[in-house]
Structures are given as structure tokens and as C-alpha cells.
């Protein structure tokens, strides 16, 4: 992959003091005794057991036609004034320390930048919330919030996964509008961040606008990546996450994993204590629409132990408004597991995804198709982190709680016909991301979605769009 070629290592600086990590995989068992791998600042000099250093990072700039780039890895924003909000979200899990880290960048608004909506915008396409936000769960739940209401400095690659925003630029400065190398990028801002496929960097403060969870003051990070897993085999075709219906304004809001599996090196300074890793698994996705579900709930895993070779799990769902009917919806959701380089999907226009979620503290789903079926149980035993998502009617607000410390038991098999399935999967973890949101959630959630056609066949045609825009690149819609 690219991030592991050698280049030039532009603005890494190696600390002074002792912070380590080690080398991790997609598939590991953590190993945290006597490993330090992170430090405190005033340590600096202090010996504290067995070290082993990790690599820095090294910035190469984001390669073309990589193959396991997916559709929607751009920015969709289409220029017009209507409510429009997109979401990023990255995460690292660093396994020696059974923690992790998930940055959360959004753009709301971009057509618009009157706050108050007032006179005919207002009244022809609602209340509107322009603002850039950027949220980070870190370790041992810490959060951070920083907001900015000046949508002009974010800027997004409209065909590829490449974003940016500057909060404060350096004096004298101007903010870039696009991928830069890190040291210029560290010329240039002051409090910021940019991420590519490859590359992930930035400075950030919070603002004092979270007084009901645990806060840090600031975060400073530089990471390079490798991608493993799109969303789909490995070299074959990627695939959209919501089917190739997401390319048009439907389904609203829409969601794409963008890497399902990567490993990660480089270094996050969180408050006082700096982490560094090496061959970090990682991962990331994205939303983009009108404004979140109606409410929804998710499960993703790196960090697997019971098997062999590279295994990331991605699922969902969620309640959604359907298009041309006003106060209609319906409930979907989908199980996804890279494996040894295949994808195994379950999608309810293929098969049957069914659920059974409580308000907080369980995640059951069993899903089939044609040829494979998996079972996911999912726990929680500790209270979780309140965090913000896009609102049709607020704008960014706390509206879900999330963890990394979810136990998760993956369970995988092959059909027959004899009745004798084959197990392909039979792993566990410690380090499962969880989540639920929106609602309000009044009792458990149980349902099994299924699409009946003539959706399920429209749903389910092997439409690929990035083909049928390839000869008229003009005509692309933004995103793809």
C-alpha cells in the first residue's frame, strides 16, 4: 500500500519523553503487561518497564485509482441551499491498552450562512444550522468538542476521501483548501486538522460546550495508514454500503464505510498523555443527507481473538423517512465481515437482517442470505459516552452514546443444503465499538426487515454508477 512506501517524513517530531506502542494487527490479542504505551509528559526521562518504539509516520500524498477505494469517498454537497449536513468518522484502536480513539467531523449548512433563516429561505426550506464541528472520543471516555460556525474554511474533495477544516489559522496565514504536506500544513494552522486515505493530522481545542461528560483539553496527532478493506473483496469491485440507489437524494440520510479495515502508525497526544502505535487497526465511514434517523444503533470491530488472518465487522440500523411519502418510514439495517480478504454482506434486499437491541447495554442480530448467515451478540457493563449527531431541527445536538469496550462473541457460518453448516467464524472481543442514538428509545428495539419488491429487485440490481458516469465525468454527481 502507499502509506507504507518509503518518503520523505515531513514535520513528525519525536518526543522527548518516553511514549512507546507496538505492533498490532487487525486481528490481535492485546498484550498490555509491562508494555507502557503511553506516558505522561512530566514523566519525561523516567523509565517504566519494557519498551518497544514505535515507527513514525511517514505522509505520502493521496495515491490515484487505489484499489480499494469506495463509492461516495467524496463530498456530496451540491451547492444548493437546502438542509444539508455530511459526517466523517475515523477510528484507531490501540489493542496494549484496551482503549481507542474515534474523531467526528461534520459540515452542516454549507449553502447557507445566515444562521437565523429568516424571510424566504426560512420559509421554503427550513431552519438551517451552518457550522463545522469536529468531536473526539479518546481514551478512558475523555471527550473533546471544538465548533466553529464559519463553514468557509472546511473544504472536501468532491471524488475522493479527502477533507479539511482550519478553526484558527497561524498569523499571517492562509488556510488551505486542499491536501497539503504536513509541514506546511503545521505552517499554516494553528488549530485544525486534514485526513486523507493515508494521512491524518491536526490540533484541537475544546470549547467548553460539553459540561455533562469528561473533557480534554486538547489533542495533537499524526498518523499514516495502510488500507486492507474497502467495502468488498479484496481486489475485487467496492461496493456502495446503501446500494447504488445512495448515488441520488433517497434513503436520506445516506451511509458509506469507506475503509472497514487499515493499520495505523503514528502518535495522538490526548491532554497530558501522548500513545503511540504501530500497525494500529483502524477504520472509517461516512453520512451524508438531510439529518440522521429517526434513531439507530451500530457495531464495529477491529480487535478479534479466536482466529487467524484480518477480520473487521461492521453493522447498523436505523428508522428512515421515505422518500415522496412524508411521515412514512421504515426500519433497515445490514451486517457486514471482511474475512481473510472476502466480504460476506447481509443486506435486507438479499436476505433477512433481524435485531434485537435494548436502550443501552445489548446488541443482538442474527442475518441470512442465499449461501452464508452470521449471529452477533454484543454487550456493554459500563455507562458509555454521550456524543453529537446532525439534527433536521437543531443542528449538531447529543443525541447517541457510544463505547469501546463492548464485548462481542461473532459467529460465522456457510449454508448447506444438509443442514450441516460450515463455521467460518467463531471469534471474540473485548474492543467492540457500540452505539445507539436518536429515538426516544422507550423499550427494546426488535424487528426484522426485509424489502418486498418491486424495491427488492430495483434495490438489488448490480448497477454500478461509477461506470455509468465514467464516460460523461462531467455529469458525476458530487460524492461518487
Not at 302 to 315: H, K, P, Q, R, S
Amino acid at each position: 500500500m502507499a502509506a507504507s512506501m518509503p518518503a520523505m517524513n515531513l514535520g513528525i517530531r519525536r518526543p522527548a519523553y518516553p511514549a512507546v506502542g507496538r505492533r498490532s494487527s487487525l486481528n490481535c490479542r492485546a498484550e498490555a503487561e509491562n508494555v507502557p504505551v503511553s506516558s505522561s509528559k512530566s514523566d519525561a526521562g523516567v523509565s517504566n518497564g519494557t519498551k518497544l518504539g514505535a515507527s513514525p509516520p511517514f505522509y505520502t500524498v493521496t495515491p490515484v485509482d487505489r484499489p480499494t477505494r469506495t463509492p461516495h469517498s467524496g463530498y456530496h454537497f451540491d451547492g444548493s441551499s437546502r438542509r444539508f449536513f455530511e459526517g466523517w468518522y475515523f477510528k484507531v484502536s490501540i489493542p496494549e491498552v484496551k482503549d481507542g480513539f474515534a474523531w467526528m467531523y461534520s459540515v452542516e449548512d454549507p449553502g447557507s450562512y445566515d444562521r437565523t433563516t429568516g424571510g424566504l429561505e426560512g420559509v421554503v426550506s427550513g431552519p438551517k444550522f451552518p457550522g463545522v464541528g469536529a468531536q473526539v472520543m479518546g481514551a478512558n471516555d475523555g471527550y473533546l468538542f471544538q465548533y466553529d460556525k464559519d463553514v468557509q474554511t472546511f473544504w472536501g474533495s468532491r471524488h475522493e476521501l479527502s477533507l479539511g477544516h482550519t478553526f484558527v489559522p497561524k498569523a499571517g496565514k492562509a488556510p488551505p483548501r486542499c491536501e497539503v504536506n504536513p509541514k506546511e500544513f503545521l505552517e499554516r494552522v494553528d488549530e485544525g486538522f486534514q485526513v486523507t486515505p493515508t494521512w491524518h493530522q491536526g490540533y484541537l481545542r475544546d470549547n467548553g460546550r460539553s459540561p455533562y461528560v469528561k473533557t480534554v483539553d486538547t489533542i495533537r496527532w499524526e498518523y499514516s495508514t495502510k488500507p486492507i478493506y474497502g467495502w468488498g473483496d479484496v481486489g475485487g469491485e467496492q461496493k456502495a454500503t446503501a446500494g447504488w440507489l445512495a448515488a441520488f437524494p433517497v434513503f436520506e440520510p445516506h451511509w458509506q464505510v469507506c475503509m472497514a479495515g487499515g493499520l495505523s502508525t503514528g502518535w495522538i497526544e490526548w491532554g497530558d498523555k501522548r500513545y503511540e502505535f504501530e500497525d494500529a487497526p483502524s477504520y472509517s465511514e461516512k453520512n451524508w443527507g438531510g439529518s440522521f434517523p429517526n434513531k439507530w444503533f451500530w457495531v464495529q470491530c477491529n480487535v478479534f481473538e479466536g482466529a487467524a488472518g484480518d477480520i473487521a465487522l461492521t453493522a447498523g440500523g436505523g428508522r428512515r423517512g421515505l422518500p415522496l411519502l412524508p411521515g412514512s418510514f421504515e426500519e433497515v439495517a445490514m451486517v457486514g465481515i471482511h474475512y481473510d480478504g472476502r466480504f460476506y454482506e447481509f443486506v435486507p434486499w438479499a436476505g433477512t437482517v433481524e435485531w434485537d437491541i435494548s436502550l443501552w447495554g445489548s446488541w443482538k442480530m442474527t442475518a441470512e442470505n442465499k449461501f452464508f448467515k452470521v449471529k452477533l451478540e454484543a454487550i456493554s457493563d459500563v455507562p458509555g459516552v454521550t456524543l453529537r449527531a446532525p439534527t433536521a431541527d437543531q443542528g449538531i445536538a447529543p443525541l447517541c452514546k457510544d463505547t469501546f469496550f463492548g464485548k462481542l462473541k461473532l459467529q460465522l457460518w456457510e449454508r448447506s443444503v444438509s443442514g450441516a453448516d460450515k463455521c467460518i467464524l467463531d471469534v471474540t472481543s473485548d474492543m467492540a465499538a457500540l452505539e445507539v442514538g436518536g429515538g426516544p428509545w422507550y423499550t427494546a428495539w426488535r424487528y426484522k426487515s426485509t424489502i418486498q419488491d418491486p424495491l427488492r429487485t430495483l434495490v438489488g440490481l448490480p448497477v454500478n454508477v461509477e461506470k455509468v458516469f465514467g464516460s460523461i465525468p462531467e455529469l458525476k454527481p458530487p460524492g461518487l
